[in-house]
């Protein structure tokens, strides 16, 4: 069974930072990406940030340079510093694990992160 637990949402004025935490657990995976998506009500969610074990990076267009993703393969874990906040930022942000499993592929997701951002 894989788990994600995220962490580090927050209420944060306009041109502020925070940084998101992931952590997967479980046995029998292995990663294929791993990364954040956000929703806000009404809305569909949408990719902020993704990440492969070899390094490779894919950002959604409004990140505009102001958030980093990294990850720790050695502990299945994956952090998202995000900079120069804005309102519209604002949503729940959800840790996602494309793993494969032998014999197939699957997506985990975390139970979410509220990110506010207001003054």
């Known amino acids: 069974q894989v788990q994600l637990v995220d962490s580090g949402g927050g209420l944060v004025q306009p041109g502020g930072s925070l940084r998101l935490s992931c952590v997967a657990s479980?046995?029998?995976?292995?990663?294929?990406?791993m990364g954040w998506y956000r929703q806000v009500p009404g809305k569909e969610r949408e990719l902020v940030a993704a990440?492969?074990?070899?390094?490779?990076?894919n950002y959604g267009l409004f990140v505009k340079g102001r958030f980093t993703i990294s990850m720790d393969n050695t502990k299945n874990t994956v952090n998202l510093q995000m900079n120069s906040l804005q309102p519209e930022d604002t949503a729940v942000y959800y840790c996602?694990?494309?793993?494969?499993?032998?014999?197939?592929?699957?997506?985990?997701w975390g139970q979410g992160t509220k990110v506010s951002v207001s003054s």
């Open positions: 990440i492969a074990p070899d390094g490779g990076t």
């Open positions: 996602y694990l494309h793993a494969k499993i032998p014999n197939n592929y699957s997506m985990f």
């Open positions: 479980g046995s029998g995976f292995a990663i294929n990406a």
